[in-house]
């Protein structure tokens, strides 16, 4: 990949590896330094925003997740172009091919200084849960504006610190 990055940029290796070092040290710097970001501060709206869709995803109440939704909310699924506008078409998603997301366990972590969670599906042995998505949320006002649900769970959830599985017994006080 490194090699792909120099050539684009028309640089050589050892620059794109040098600036790949220096774009994760930063990353790093920051993720240390979150609360001093201006990241969403604990009980501010953004995230008793994000604690109410947690609980209504995790417990699948679609009558609460469309009271959180923008009117005009987006659910995306990169890279697949698949793409929900309105709450409607999040629902149908979510109640329709996306239903194998009911009973899913979400568990709090911050992405571009955004409410996020690591989205853990039932496994179809009922033995704990396995990483499904990362859910990265935007805001308007006081509803969520946008749900993009990254799916390469194997490289992101190491690198937000998120477990690669979850057993049932680690989920008490997660709704159901």
Known sequence: ???EVADLHGCTLASANSALRRARATLA???DRAGELGLPAPGGT???LAERYATAFSRYDMEELGLLLHVDATLSLPPYAKWMHGVADIESWLT???IGCRGSRLVPTVANGSPAFGQYRPRKDGNGYEPWALQVLDF???RVASITAFRDTARLFP???LPGYLRAEACP???T
């Open 96 to 98: 329709g091919p996306a």
């Open 1 to 3: 990949m490194a090699r």
């Open 159 to 161: 690198q937000f610190g």
């Open 46 to 48: 953004q995230q008793v």
């Open 29 to 31: 710097d920051r993720r």
């Open 140 to 142: 308007s006002g006081d």
């Open 173 to 175: 006080g997660v709704p």
